[in-house]
Nanobody, 122 residues
Framework: QVQLVESGGGSVQAGGSLRLSCAAS????????LGWFRQVPGKEREGVAA???????IYADSVKGRFTISQDNAKNTLYLQMNNLKFEDTAMYYC????????????????WGQGTQVTVSS
């Protein structure tokens, strides 16, 4: 079993910054890699960023240059540094565990966190 617990969400004005954290526990190191999704009401959950076991990272086009994903392996914690936030970044952000060897996509997620809300006011 894998448990994912997000924190760090909140309300911020446009142009501001937030850092999300995801504390992972369970058989995370050998079986899964981690990433972030987000969802707004009425829309499908979308991938934001992920960090592969190789250390390579991927980002949605809408957040490239503004968001940075990182991981502290010693703490089993995933981070998402979000800078220059925009109104359209408002969403519930979810940490996700994806089996190694799988593409970072909605259908491949094995475990979800409970989500943390990010609200950006314009």
């Amino acid at each position: 079993q894998v448990q994912l617990v997000e924190s760090g969400g909140g309300s911020v004005q446009a142009g501001g910054s937030l850092r999300l954290s995801c504390a992972a526990s369970g058989y995370i190191d050998s079986r899964y890699y981690l990433g972030w999704f987000r969802q707004v009401p009425g829309k499908e959950r979308e991938g934001v960023a992920a960090i592969y076991p190789s250390g390579n990272t991927i980002y949605a086009d809408s957040v490239k240059g503004r968001f940075t994903i990182s991981q502290d392996n010693a703490k089993n914690t995933l981070y998402l540094q979000m800078n220059n936030l925009k109104f359209e970044d408002t969403a519930m952000y979810y940490c996700a565990a994806v089996p190694r060897g799988s593409w970072f996509s909605l259908g491949r997620v094995a475990y979800w966190g409970q989500g943390t809300q990010v609200t950006v006011s314009s």
